[in-house]
T-cell receptor, first 115, second 112 residues
Framework: AQSVSQHNHHVILSEAASLELGCNYS??????LFWYVQYPGQHLQLLLK??????LVKGIKGFEAEFIKSKFSFNLRKPSVQWSDTAEYFC?????????????FGRGTQLTVWP | NAGVTQTPKFQVLKTGQSMTLQCAQD?????MYWYRQDPGMGLRLIYY???????DKGEVPNGYNVSRLNKREFSLRLESAAPSQTSVYFC???????????FGPGTRLTVL
């Protein structure tokens, strides 16, 4: 079975600080990787995804993530956070080619940005 | 397109009551999923349906049943609600083998 670990449960930053949220997964095969964001009171929205190709993927709102296969990692980054980035962030993985498309989520990281 | 819709948005039940959470998608996706979200636990899969007419258990199926009524609709039923089922429930759909899911707005359920 696949599993996803997010190292930070709660991250607190000031505006303009740089952000990096860690994500590691355990699975021996080829995977698709995702970051979802959940703003307060809202449902999950896809931030970015990696299927294949360039391991550095760019998403919405200035976020990017880098897939490092040797480290089984898919860390999320943003050079300069804003107050509006306050949200919960979830890393997720599924086995590529899975006919079921099951997605395994990490426990989430709550990001709080102070203005 | 409405995407994924869920009803109701909020519900309060007493222990032992039953209810059905409704989910519908208009994206013609084959796969649909029910997750529950609890603080510090992330999202956990309750049941999923890979295609119309099939359903399978996820990580936490106990106390729940599902029905894939047609390609559009996937309902989740609590036969005898328990306080441990207090949670936020999200429905999602996708088109395998791609994994990116589209989520509904959620149902916040409280069981007293």
């Amino acid at each position: 079975a696949q599993s996803v670990s997010q190292h930070n449960h709660h991250v607190i930053l000031s505006e303009a600080a740089s952000l990096e949220l860690g994500c590691n997964y355990s699975y021996g095969g080829t995977v698709n990787l995702f970051w979802y964001v959940q703003y307060p009171g809202q449902h999950l929205q896809l931030l970015l995804k990696y299927f294949s190709g360039d391991p550095l993927v760019k998403g919405i709102k200035g976020f990017e993530a880098e897939f490092i296969k040797s480290k089984f990692s898919f860390n999320l980054r943003k050079p300069s956070v804003q107050w509006s980035d306050t949200a919960e962030y979830f890393c997720a993985v599924n086995a590529r080619g899975s006919t079921l498309g099951r997605l395994y989520f990490g426990r989430g990281t709550q990001l709080t940005v102070w203005p | 397109n409405a995407g994924v819709t869920q009803t109701p948005k909020f519900q309060v039940l007493k222990t032992g009551q039953s209810m059905t959470l409704q989910c519908a998608q208009d994206m013609n996706h084959n796969s649909m999923y029910w997750y529950r979200q609890d603080p510090g636990m992330g999202l956990r899969l309750i049941y999923y349906s890979a295609s119309e007419g099939t359903t399978d258990k996820g990580e936490v199926p106990n106390g729940y049943n599902v029905s894939r009524l047609n390609k559009r609709e996937f309902s989740l039923r609590l036969e005898s609600a328990a306080p441990s089922q207090t949670s936020v429930y999200f429905c999602a759909s996708s088109e395998p083998p791609r994994g990116d899911k589209f989520f509904g707005p959620g149902t916040r359920l409280t069981v007293l």
